[in-house]
C-alpha cells in the first residue's frame, strides 16, 4: 500500500483540457514540428501551459493538495503516452528516441509510416493504434508519469497521475502486421508487471493517487466480449492491488455502462471506482463497502447546464449503496469540451444571453462538480439556491423562441418510407456511365484542398469586415479556379472546388442552417494539434437558403469533368457538433437530413452530377452498448437516405468514411446505398476491403490510398501496391482510387506531389491490368 492513506476528494474530474485556451499546446508543437522552435522550447511551453492548466482548476474550487487535480498532460494522445511508458515499439521505428520516436510514432517521419490511428470509442478524439505482437517489448520503459508528478509538486501541486489502464491499452491494440492472427490480450501479463513497476515509480515519489482509465469494460464494440474483459480486470487489479508499494487506486469507467462489472471490481483491493452515469448507471446489489464510489455525474462530452435536482437524486441513491465514500466527478475527460464560456459571444443578443446562462464548458462544469460535492459535504440543503437557479435556466431554454418549430416538426413527422428510396443500384449504374463517362479506377479527391494562409486570412478579414462580401467572393473564386486548372493538370476524373470558403466541414453548415450557433473559441482536441470548433445545435433545423450551389456551379462553368457537390451528412453534422440534449437524435438527424434533401435538389437542378454526402461519423456515432445498435443504425442510414434519395438515377451519390472499424457497420455502409463509398484504408494497409468483398457489397467503392494525416508523400510505387491490393479484392469495374481524406491540413507542395504520384499509380495499374476505356 501507499506510504500515507488519504481519502479520495470529494470533488474531483477524470481530466483536463489539454490544448489550452488559447490552444498554445497546438501552437507549440506545430512551431517544432515545423523547425521555427526547439525541443527546449516545445517543453517549456507544454510545461507553462500544464501549470496554467492547475492553477485554473484550484481557482474554479477544486483542491491543490488533496489529489482532486486529475493530471493528464500529453503531447499527442494518451494512448501513445502508455505505447512510450511501456516501451511498444513497432521494430520499424527501430534507431529513434525521444521525441523523434514519439512523433514518428503519430506522424511518421521520410523513412516509415506512423501507428494507425482511429476514433476512441464513440468520441470524435482519435488514438494511436498500439501494434502488439508475440514479441512486441512490454516493459517500464519511461518515468514521464512519475517526473511530472514530481513537477507538479515542485509548483505546490499533489496531482493524481492518469493512465490508461493495461486492459483497455491492449483491447484496443491491433496484432503486429509480421504477426496478422496474434491477440495482443495474451500480452496482459506482461503489462501489468510494468504497470506494477510504474506505480512502484509513483509511490517512491509520493503519489497518494493514481487514475487508471479502464473505458473497455463498457463497450461491446472491441474484439473481446465485454463480459470476458470483465472478467480479466478483476485478475489485473487483483494483482495491482496486491502490489506493496503502490498508490492508492482509482479505476475509472467513462463513456458508457460497467454497472456489471463494479461489483467484482469493488472486492480487488482497489480504493476508488468511478462510474459513469450519463451513459451508464449506479450499480445494483453490488458490495461497496471498503470503497469510495466515484459517481460521474456530470456530462463531460456535452455542453449543456447540468440539472442539478436530477443529479441531487442520483447522488442520494448512490449514497444508499453501502460505499465508504461517495464521490462526484465528470463523466469522463472534458479533453472533448472547450474550456470556458466566458470566451465566448454571440452576435444575436438574445442568443448571447440565453447560451451563457444554457451552456457549460470545463470551467463551468468543475464548478458544477465543486457545488454537488459541497451539497454531499455539508447537507442537499446547502445548495438549494444553486440548484433552484438549474431549474429554472431549464424551464426557460425549454421556452425559447426557435427551440421548438412547429412547421420543422410537422414536416418530419409527415416522412414516409418512399421518401428515403431510389431506384435499384443497377439501373442508376448504367444511367450514371452513360451521363459520366468515366475511365476504369476513376481517380478523384474527398473535397477539400489545401486551406492557405491567404485563404484564411481574406475569411478573417471578411469576418471582421475588412474585407467585403464581394471582393471575398472574387477571391474564393481564384482559388476554386486554380483548383479546377490543378486537378486537370494532374489528370484526375471527378473534380471537386476545394470548399476554399469553407471554414469546417461542419461549422459552414452550422453557420447557415437555422437551429446552430458556432463558437469563436470552443476548440477541442481532435489529434495531436488538430482542433475543432464544434457547432452548438440547441434548436429545430431548417435551410432557409441554398448554401453550397453557387460555388459548385461556378466550378462545374470551369470544366468539362464532372465536379462533386460536397455537402456534410447528418450524423456526421450531430457526431461534430454539440447536439441537443431535449430530443432524439433520430428526429434531430432527419430535420438536418430534410434541409439536406433540400440542397441536393438545388445541387441536381443546377447541373450537378455527382454529389457527395460526407458520414465519416457513422462509426463514431455507434453505440457502446450492442443492444442499442439497431436503433441507431436504423435512424442513421434512414436520415442519409432521406437527404440523397430526391434524385434522378444518373445523378451519382457518393459518400465518404473515416477512422472508423468498419467490419461493425458493413450492413450500415451498405444500407446508405450511395452509388460510391470513398474510406480510409491507407493506414490499415486495405484490411477493410476484403471485408466488404465478403460481406457482399456491390456498389461503388473508393478505399484510400494515400494516408493524408502522415506528413509525407507516398511514392507511385507504394500506391500502385495498395491500388493493386484494392483490386484483388473488388471488381476493378466498381473501384475508385481516392485519399484517404480531405486535404485542408496539407500543403499545396506535397499535395501536387502526392496526386501525381496517385494518377500515375492509377494509370499503372491500368496498364498492368490491360483496363481500356
Known sequence: MSAATTQFPTATILAYPRIGRQRQLKRALEAYWAGRSSETELLEAASKLRQENLARLVELGLDASDASLADAPSFYDQVLDATVLLGAIPPRFAGRQGLDLYFALARGDEKVGPEEMTKWFDTNYHYLVPEIGPDTPLRFADDAVTRKFVQARQWGYVTRPVLVGPLTYLALAKADPATPDFDPLTRLDEAVAAYEQALASLHEAGAPWVQLDEPALTSDNLSHPRAELAKLAVGVYERLAKATNRPQILVTTPYGDASQAVGALAKTGVEAIHVDTLRGSLPKDADLSGVTLVVGAVDGRYIWRADLAALRQTLTAAQALGATKVAVATSNSLQHVPHDTALETWDDPTLNENLHAWLAFADQKVQEVVTLARGLDEGWEAIDGEVAEATRVLEQRAAAP?????????????????????????????????????????????????????????????????????????????????????????????????????????????????????????????????????????????????????????????????????????????????????????????????????????????????????????????????????????????????????????????????????????????????????????RSKMEVVPELAEAGFDHGIGPGVWDIHAPRVPSQEELAQLIGLAADAVPVSRLWVNPDCGLKTRGYAETKASLENLVAATRQVRAERELNN
Open 402 to 682: 426557435g427551440v421548438v418549430r412547429p412547421e420543422v416538426r410537422s414536416r418530419t413527422a409527415a416522412l414516409t418510407d418512399a421518401d428515403r428510396a431510389r431506384e435499384p443500384y443497377l439501373e442508376r449504374e448504367a444511367a450514371q456511365a452513360q451521363r459520366l463517362h468515366l475511365p476504369p479506377l476513376p481517380t478523384t479527391t474527398i473535397g477539400s484542398f489545401p486551406q492557405t494562409t491567404e485563404i484564411r486570412k481574406a475569411r478573417a478579414a471578411n469576418a471582421r469586415g475588412e474585407l467585403s462580401d464581394a471582393d471575398y467572393q472574387e477571391r474564393m473564386r481564384e482559388e476554386i479556379a486554380a483548383v479546377i486548372k490543378l486537378q486537370e493538370e494532374l489528370g484526375l476524373d471527378v473534380l471537386v472546388h476545394g470548399e476554399a470558403e469553407r471554414n469546417d466541414m461542419v461549422q459552414y453548415f452550422a453557420e447557415l442552417l437555422d437551429g446552430f450557433a458556432a463558437t469563436r473559441n470552443g476548440w477541442v482536441q481532435s489529434y495531436g494539434s488538430r482542433c475543432t470548433r464544434p457547432s452548438i445545435l440547441w434548436g429545430d433545423v431548417s435551410r432557409p437558403a441554398a448554401m453550397t450551389v453557387g460555388w459548385s456551379s461556378y466550378a462545374q462553368s470551369l470544366t468539362d469533368k464532372p465536379v462533386k457537390g460536397m455537402l456534410t451528412g447528418p450524423v456526421t453534422i450531430i457526431a461534430w457538433s454539440f447536439p441537443r440534449n431535449d430530443l432524439p437524435l433520430g428526429e434531430i438527424a432527419d430535420q438536418i437530413g430534410l434541409a439536406l434533401r433540400d440542397e441536393v435538389s438545388d445541387l441536381e437542378a443546377a447541373g450537378i452530377g455527382a454529389i457527395q454526402v460526407d458520414e465519416p461519423a457513422l462509426r463514431e456515432l455507434l453505440p457502446l452498448d450492442a443492444e442499442r445498435h439497431a436503433d441507431y443504425l436504423d435512424w442513421s442510414v434512414g436520415s442519409f437516405r432521406l437527404a440523397t434519395s430526391c434524385v434522378r438515377p444518373d445523378t451519382q451519390i457518393h459518400t465518404h468514411l473515416c477512422y472508423s472499424e468498419f467490419g461493425q457497420i458493413i450492413d450500415a455502409i451498405k444500407g446508405l446505398d450511395a452509388d460510391v463509398t470513398s474510406i480510409e484504408a491507407a
